[in-house]
């Protein structure tokens, strides 16, 4: 295990698999449902805003902790909207996870592992290899809010983040 693995034992990470099975198992249609929608390419005739598209999902409960539900947001948009100059063709996925205490709404945190855990329920394994834990002002709304980066070609490939992309706080998730 190399030294920049952030103390991620393989138990640990066999357990996290195991987490986001039971979540995929639990909501395996509305997930897929989610991944489809916000991976496809944008329609002809749509009114363009470098195809940015909002696609959300919940609210559903933690597995973590019964009193508390998350709503999934996955926003889509061309690589261009983070560049200054000319973009690679592909586009950039935002997922933010946020959650509130179901009795009251009021905004709570989840601990990180569920977040992950969620986040490969929806991705499955091998997009998840390609994932960044985003903490650029443009990801998270609130402190509170978790976000994800995908990046992917214009074949709609997971590709490392582009050098023209302006996102210094996107770290991979895997080392
Ligand atoms: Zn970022």
Known sequence: MSADNQGVTAAERSWAVDFSARIHNKHAAELNELRTAM????RRGEPRHLGRRQHRLGPLQSFEDASVQLTMVAESVELGWFTVGPAPAGMCLTVSIAAHQKDTGIQTSLPLTE?????????????????????????????????????????????RKPEEVLADACLPLQP
């Open 39 to 42: 991976t496809e390419a944008p």
């Open 115 to 159: 977040c992950d855990a969620w986040l490969q329920a929806l991705l499955g394994g091998q997009w998840m290899l390609h994932a960044y834990r985003c903490g650029c002002a443009t990801g998270a709304a609130s402190e509170n809010v978790v976000s994800y980066r995908l990046y992917l070609d214009a074949a709609r490939k997971p590709i």
